[in-house]
């Protein structure tokens, strides 16, 4: 045996010996150091033939690779065999609770208000406001309510304390029964055709398990040379389909009486009662769920609108009810009371914003 | 309005079930809120007979008897001291729901007697309030025939909604028109025949109105019945007003009462012979007063309508009567009043005297004008028939109110505002049976009933013939589209309240909806005060109770009172926000959209002790977060520490584009404000005013711009200064961040540090500054060149050194 075979025998025992980084890396010191065998070994290589040199070269070279191959493998084996045994000191509970975060809710109010919304954008509709505070004239008098007349007694109105109109007469302002008046802020300030949605607050004086003082409405309004109540019955139709997300919905209008629209119609929906649930769009029951019309030429004329050229529908109806229809909320007056265990109850995920693609709720 | 199903086949020659009626009434608008059908209501009780009552062997008031029924002969015991052998009575079998008290029958063993359903009184099938003993039906009533028809019980009792526009309705007259007109049967109202006086009336009436005033009451008829013996009324006419739920008086007010409802005709009746000299309508005068039938003694004035003789005011027109000139059962002669009064007034002095009373609800919607003699007429010959007595000749003063009313009436109308073809004929036939009298003319012209003042024009015709052929005939059509994909629809305002409430929810907070409304001394409160609230129009005259009182200036008041409500329910760690109106005065633009939100904060304790307290920053963020959402500018807002008094002065802040331009208010809200309100704080809050956001430049591209990410590795550098207390960290970074604009990149405060090594009156700020390198490594000098320039920018705008 020669003495490089020799040699290799015993570094690559010595590799093979090596329990930690530090002994191996001894090994590769002692070997293939500045002054390690190996290299001692090489430095003799410049005294011999080129014969010599040729074969003791190319032996020794290989010896070198093979030597730094096995402290490499070496080195890699220990490393994980350390990382190993650290690991298995690095145990957790993994069990444990995450902290909490807050979820905050969407009020059923306001993602019913964009429920409507999504439904009747797509449907061609605008969506316009107007104050709380109003004036006599665009929440009566220009809504065919004649002063004094009964039909002004079916919406209990909260006043405000008279004072000067600045036209040397007096003014007594109110918070508006309806979201009717921005039909007429509407008609006043934009030529036809129009077609707008009006959600908002609304106020009357009424406060009993089915009332409370202040509630949302939304109006529609629709005004130019064709549309008639087909339109008016077709859009409610459709309405009532996309909102309550059901393939149909049984409908009935009836006629009824409001000031401001001639012909006036109330929609009713079917439904029926199953245990504490109410279903809507079948059963043998009828809801009234919204008052609508054909807007009064009296109306019309208020707003300098001829009604021989112009017509059109306008509805109004109860978000709250709404969303107390669709969501199974049981009482009214609890959409006001900010009791947080309601609000996260009955409230929305904030991520969840209604859009006809995805559907508008889950 | 209540009417039952006998009184109106006395007008409509109908074989319609009441089913039938009851759905074309809903049809034609006529909305029906309840029937109360006996036959219905008491099916379950038939008759039986009792053929055997002995004496129970254990209890002396009981007596088992053996009843024949429907079911055969059974045994039931029975505690009526009436039960006796030979009556027929009112049998429920086991199983039966007796609802006067609320039970289900069930066999039972009564002191050891097995009792096979129930024999019932009265009040037990709630038919009146007899309680005395079992009800005993008439001797011919056979063996298991419903009970109703022996009870006399069994006409159906219809109540529906009469709407403010169809005073004819108020009648069963008006009611049957409407159903005959939809095609139910035929109008068999009998037109009243004129009573022939036989002596002149003695009773002169008058109408002594001003000029402007006439209209007030235009027509006033009467006429005088003479040795007539009134008394309790006829059964049947008895019978009828308790139907309807009236109490039956006398024959002469019951007869008023009845008219009133068969025919919307409100009359009244003197005792004539408590009528002293001529009796008027006139305006009532300052200082006269009366005794009215409800025994309250009103006072009138110059816009009321009073009937009044020589003794002064009897009663308001179309209101009330006087007691001291009513019928009693004494009365044996009577003068009947029939008269038209002005629905405006009648409507007025009906809400100054809150008198509700039946002749001012008809009054007030119109009653028919045309109606005036003929009613007195169909009075008069009731009361002949009922009392006897002999009728004076009929005396009017004054006639008919207003002129005929014709509308032009293109029948292409319908169409037009329907969307519905209907043959002329067909709408011609309706409004003839309506009562109309339609005239083919170009266009035709149509003659409107006088009962019906609710018609105006075209529209309201287009309504009877849809109403009457029924809506269901409406085509269902869909709108034209506009666009083949609709726009958006939102304005800015309406777009940014959507983002700034997802925001907040996003942040944990939960949102809610509070009353527009607050308590006064809350509202002052969070305003300028009292005085201001009341300049501003903002106290409701007539709030639904006196804690809602004012238009909250600022939804904080109904939020921190809401987070107390959730705390006193053991709900102490919350966050409320709300996004909606706040009210500064009674004009429109006095109205603003603000997103305001209030924390109640003690975090539960958590492991992993990550658990922080809300506080100022914390209200801050929601601020900078509402507002980010809804578009604002938020980088380029300022804080300034000037924020309204109902928060902390030194723990709050106003977040600023300039020092006009306030977006938000933000921090803790003051102690005495909280005790006023009974809070326990504290409460952090604030107030993001959405509607101040500038309105964003219209983007000319949606293009981005290219993104600009250097190559080349950031460098970081920290800077410690020690400026004096007052000066703000706002004002040391704005320092910092101008010092070397285009190379730094991002200014972090990590640390604010007062005491040892930090001299009184002082502070240590500490900034983490990134430099960001362009197209080339920093050298050495030029990074040491930028944290000189950034030392000498903070001295020149704060003081402030490098702390040593």
Known sequence: MSDIEQLERETLAGVAAAETIAALEEVRVGALGKKGVISERMKTLGKMSPEERKTAGAALNVLKDKVAAAIETKKAALENAALDARLATEKLDVTLPIAPTPKGRIHPVTQTMEEIVAIFSAMGFDVAEGPDIEDDFHNFTALNFPPDHPAREMHDTFFFNEKDDGEGGKKRMLLRTHTSPVQIRTMMTRKPPIRIIIPGRTFRCDSDQTHTPMFHQVEGLVIDRETHMGHLKGTLEAFCKAFFEVDSVKTRFRPHFFPFTEPSAEMDIGYERVGNEIRIGEGAKWMEILGSGMVHPNVLRNCGLDPDEYQGFAFGMGIDRLAMLKYGIPDLRDFFAADARWLEHYGFDPLDQPNLATGLSR | ?804
């Not at chain 2, 040795?227 to 002469?252: H, M, Q």
């Not at chain 2, 003789?309 to 000139?325: A, P, R, S």
């Open chain 2, 1 to 804: 309005m209540k009417f039952t199903l006998s009184w109106l086949k006395e007008h409509l020659d109908t074989s319609a079930s009441l089913d039938e009626i009851v759905e074309t009434m809903v049809a034609v608008g006529l909305e029906v809120e309840h029937v109360d059908d006996p036959a219905e209501r008491l099916k379950a009780f038939t008759i039986g007979e009792v053929l055997e009552a002995e004496k129970h062997a254990e209890a002396d008031k009981l007596r088992v008897c053996k009843v024949a029924t429907k079911d055969g002969v059974l045994q039931i015991v029975c505690g009526a001291p009436n039960a006796r052998a030979g009556i027929k009575v009112a049998y429920a079998p086991v199983g039966a729901y007796v609802p006067g008290i609320d039970v289900t029958l069930t066999k039972a063993k009564i002191r050891g007697v097995e009792s096979h359903g129930m024999m019932c009184s009265a009040r037990e099938m709630m038919l009146g309030d007899d309680h005395d003993g079992i009800i005993e039906a008439p001797a011919e009533a056979k063996v298991g025939d419903p009970i109703a028809g022996w009870l006399g019980a069994n006409d159906p009792v219809i109540e529906f909604e009469v709407t403010p526009n169809r005073p004819d309705t108020n009648g069963v007259a008006g009611v049957a028109r409407d159903l005959a007109a939809a095609g139910l049967g035929a109008l068999i109202t009998k037109k009243p025949a004129p009573v022939k006086g036989e002596f002149p009336c003695p009773q002169k009436i008058g109408l002594d109105f001003p000029e402007d005033a006439e209209e007030a009451c235009p027509v006033f008829a009467g006429r005088v019945i003479r040795g007539l013996k009134n008394g309790p009324s006829p059964k049947w006419l008895a019978d009828r007003l308790r139907a309807i739920g009236l109490r039956p008086i006398s024959t002469l007010v019951d007869v008023t009462n009845l008219l009133s409802y068969d025919r919307a005709r409100p009359l009244h009746v003197y005792d004539a012979d408590k009528l002293k000299g001529e009796i008027r309508a006139r305006l009532g005068r300052k200082g006269e007063s009366f005794l009215a039938l409800d025994n309250k003694t009103y006072e009138v004035d110059e816009t009321m309508t009073v009937i009044a003789d020589d003794n002064g005011v009897l009663g308001l027109g179309g209101v009330m009567g006087g007691e001291d000139t009513g019928c009693t059962e004494e009365t044996v002669n009577v003068f009947i009043e029939s008269a038209y009064f002005d629905p405006l007034r009648t409507a007025k002095t009906g809400r100054k005297t809150g008198i509700h009373s039946d002749a001012r609800h008809r009054f007030e919607r119109g009653v028919d004008p045309d109606f005036v003699v003929p009613g007195l007429e169909l009075a008069t010959q009731i009361i002949l028939d009922a009392c006897g007595g002999t009728p004076s000749e009929t005396l009017v003063a004054g006639a008919r109110p207003e002129p005929e009313k014709v509308v032009d009436f293109p029948p292409s109308e319908v169409k037009r505002l329907t969307g519905v073809d209907v043959p002329p004929e067909k709408s011609e036939a309706i409004l003839t049976a309506l009562g109309f009298k339609v005239s083919r003319a170009d266009p035709w012209l149509v003659d409107v009933p006088s009962w019906r003042p609710d018609i105006e024009g075209k529209a309201d015709l287009v309504e009877e013939i849809a109403r009457i052929l029924g809506f269901d005939a409406l085509p269902a059509e869909t709108l034209p589209q506009r666009s083949a994909v609709e726009m958006p629809k939102l304005t800015p305002a309406q777009a940014r309240r959507g983002a700034a409430r997802r925001a907040l929810a996003a942040r944990g907070l939960l949102e809610s909806v509070t009353w527009s409304f607050t308590e006064e001394r809350f509202a002052a409160l969070f305003s300028d005060g009292a005085d201001w609230l009341v300049a501003q129009g903002l106290i409701l005259a007539n709030p639904i109770s006196s804690d809602l009182g004012a238009m909250r200036p600022s939804m904080l008041p109904n939020l921190v009172a809401a987070l107390q409500r959730n705390a006193d329910r053991g709900r102490d760690d919350l966050a409320l926000f709300e996004v909606a109106p706040v009210y500064s005065s009674d004009r429109p633009e006095g109205q603003q959209t603000v997103a305001g939100g209030a924390r109640f904060s003690n975090p539960k304790r958590h492991w992993s002790k990550t658990e922080r307290p809300a506080d100022v920053f914390t209200v801050k963020a929601d601020a900078f977060a509402a507002l980010e959402a809804a578009g604002a500018k938020v980088e380029q807002a300022q804080t300034t520490a000037d924020a309204p008094h109902w928060y902390h002065p030194g723990r709050s802040g106003v977040l600023r584009l300039g020092p006009k331009l306030a977006l938000a208010h933000f921090g803790e809200i003051h102690p005495r404000v909280l005790k006023a309100m009974d809070v326990d704080g504290p409460v952090y809050a604030f107030e993001a005013f959405l509607d101040a956001i500038p309105a964003p430049k219209a983007k000319a591209t949606k293009t981005k711009p290219a993104l600009d990410a250097s190559e080349l590795l950031p460098v970081r550098r920290d800077f410690a200064f020690v400026v004096d207390e007052a000066i703000t960290a706002e004002a040391l970074l704005k320092a910092v961040r101008g010092a070397e604009k285009k190379l730094i990149a991002d200014v972090g405060l990590f640390d604010v540090y007062q005491g040892k090594g930090v001299v009184d009156g002082k502070k240590s700020l500490a900034v983490e500054v990134t430099l960001q390198p362009r197209g080339k490594t920093l050298t050495d000098e030029e990074i040491d060149a930028a944290g000189k320039a950034i030392v000498s920018a903070v001295e020149k705008a704060t003081g402030g050194v490098l702390r040593a």
